[in-house]
């Protein structure tokens, strides 16, 4: 995956079929779906793939246990039928996970039994393994950092979890294999239009500052949280179609609550439920869900929202956490689809909503990572409607994603699935790039290269943020790694000195609003 050639593709290509806007999960699910189809399809990211909402989940394929308790059987289904071909079609990066819900009142282990029973039952052939009610020593045998007081017992049951920007980047890499143009940093700029209807888009590589004007005969709109200011552009209103929702995540040391299953309390004081996952050799907290106005690239933690996670986590383990252990908090908006006058985001439906404009263009909201994929194959069929393509059914429910393997590996460098063979010999050909770029983690100077020729990674950010989770994990390490991966990145791009101090500069205001202390 080169940009080089990604722009190359765009220079020699006056039209494409399908034009998508957003590298986010739903965009780079259709131009998976769409490139699949025999399609030409061209996707355009302003930043970098995954750069906003798609980087910052709760890193979990699952059908939502809480949708279940809304009612909602319907999403519930759909959602655990995809994380079942997300795991058997990108294993790499995505596998599954024992979660014990603690129970500390008797009713409690039948009721959140019973309604997981259900859960299980809903996922059919793709059942990730078998629920089961916990006795109070069994619950710590899972989990033995659980406070023992009053607790009864708990619940066993299985989900999916993953690394959700290293399966965006590779969505881009099976795009591409699947003969799609992507390129990330090339912006949307404004669009051509023969009377009211769309007809083209005009574009700028944010990184040369070079514009386009690309001819199409369908454009999506699958920008997210950002979707009504691009529809604003695309049909000259301010209709609003989101409702977005913040979501925040702690991260912390493991050794504050110990053993291999997640913890799902079932029920916060907002309604919520909230998880302890481990991911990385760290410990995920999360989430909130706070309605905002403000949209914004990087999103602030409030405070009320890390008191909230941290006074929760501290009912349910002996341990104690305080401001001073959280080694990264990082925010996520959710592009809720406002579907009705309902405010509290936390029960809004996480449900796709597609719409056609009167321009033609095709405006997607809503969903969630684990139901990417569809919410992608119902975009394209109805773009094939809307657009008058000649019709090709979908192939994306077993076709493997870039990074498939069935062969096991055991290091940090599972992620990269089959690429890890060529990072292993890089190590093995080059001394150099087998040092390690941080004293207290295992990521290796071969992995920066690999990300910058292999991976489309253009700054410090898109190295330590979404190519490795460095940022995520440990956003004081990633600062002192930064002087390092700017002086790679520096070397393999031709670019001076100056240009190095500005990323370091640059990624070091980011990294400081991951920070608590």
Known sequence: MNRKEQLDKLK????????????????????VDAASRGYKTLLLEKYDFAKGTSSRSTKLVHGGVRYLAQGNIRLVREALLERGRLLQNAPHVCHTLSFVVPSYKWLQKWYYGIGLWVYEFLSGKLSLGKTKLLSKNEALHHL????????TGGILYFDGQFDDSRLAVNLAQTAIEQGAAVINYCGVTGFIKDGTAITGVKAKDEISGNEFEIKTKAVINAT????????QLAEGHSEKT?????????VIEKHFFKGNAGMMIPKTDDGRVLFAIPWHDKLLLGTTDTPVENITTEPKPLQEEIDFIIRHFNRYTISEIHYKDVKSVFVGLRPLAKLSREKKTAIMPRDHVIKVLPSGLVHVTGGKWTTYRSMAEHTIDKVIQTAGLKFSSCKTKHLKIHGWTDNKIDTHLSVYGADAMA??????DDVWL???????????????KWCIEKEMAVTVEDILARRIRLLFMDAKAAMEAAPLVATILASLTGNNGQWRQEQIEAFNKLAKGYLLN
């Open 12 to 31: 020699n290509e006056k039209e494409f079929e399908i034009i998508i806007i957003g590298g986010g999960a739903t965009g780079l699910g259709c131009a």
């Open 224 to 231: 997210g949280v950002f979707a009504d200011a691009l529809l």
């Open 423 to 428: 990072i292993k010999q890089m190590l093995k």
């Open 434 to 448: 087998s040092e390690e770029i941080h004293e207290l983690y295992p990521y290796t100077k071969a992995e920066i």
């Open 242 to 250: 989101i409702a977005p929702s913040q979501g925040i995540h702690l």
């Open 144 to 151: 033995p950092d659980l406070s023992v007081h009053k607790l």
